[in-house]
């Protein structure tokens, strides 16, 4: 097999030549046809994380080096190991790739997103910036059947974290205002799953006129630019009134700082994106106003399962994705960290 792997931080990523594994027990190796790139890989290649208070580095964390980035990954079953029973080689599936412990309570009430010993593939386990993965178990694989496989593979990240912020909003009321801040990829993901979900009263912040036109495109029925220091009025007065949720898609000091005082009481913030930040919270308003700041991070198996059968139902419409053949992946990732991509870019094995 080959993989393209991080051998230090922020340099090129290198390409390596190494056997196929043969899977043992339960695992099951999966032949890679797509791997969606994601601004996680962008962090994890740089090798640090901003916390807001400080910064982290992946190695102060255990990560180790060489790492092969890539978890929204697509392909076939290409081996099985000896107690593999429900899927066969040559089947297409997708990969749940935020793989906990398996053992600990948290693991074992369905949410290994959260496990604290995760081995998350693509970062503590290798991704699918090659032309093979290891999945541990066939009940992280999901079949999307007639699915665009491209877009299917973006499901396993954005798709997913999108799905799971808007999942602990509801229920609300289809005409009740929620406020989507952030209009890039998971943005634009958050506004068709609530679209999908029949919500109509979908609001959407950011900084760029041009990203606002692309979320009226894409279903928000109102827009606030986020530029200016009355931000918070203008979003109180766009929703007509404080609202009960929004969900931060950026999630960095500005964002925070803005959406935190147009909640209304027993509203909520669900703090997604990673941008890096802090605000400081009035203990007293958190308690009289009801008030919950929620983060949310990726999303469950069943929650891909879900949001998978959702877009088998043809209930999701297509984010903007651009499909690039693997070999040009240091070229996309520069791409993805100066900005110049739009929607996601889906790495493809050529067509031979
Ligand atoms: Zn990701
Ligand atoms: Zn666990």
Redesign the pocket.
Known sequence: MRSWKVFEASEVLRQVKEATPEPAGSEVVVSVSHCGLCHSDITLWKGVFDMGDKKVTIDSIGMKHPITLGHEILGTVSAVGPDVTDVKIGDRRLVYPWL?????????TGR?NL????RPLGMRRPGGFGSHVVVPHSRYLIDTGDLDPALAATYACSGLTAYSAIRKAMPASPDEAIVVVGAGGLGLSGIVILKAFGHENIVVVDVSEDKLETAVKAGAHKTVLSTGDDVTKKIVETAGRPVRTIIDFVNNSQTAAFSFPALARGGRIIMVGMFGGQITVPTMRMAQGGLSLIGSITGTLQELRDLVELAKRGKLDAIPYEAVPKTSINDAMDRLRRGAVKGRIVLQEEIA
């Open positions: 906990g412990c398996g053992e600990c309570d948290t693991c074992r290994e496990c604290m010993q995760g």
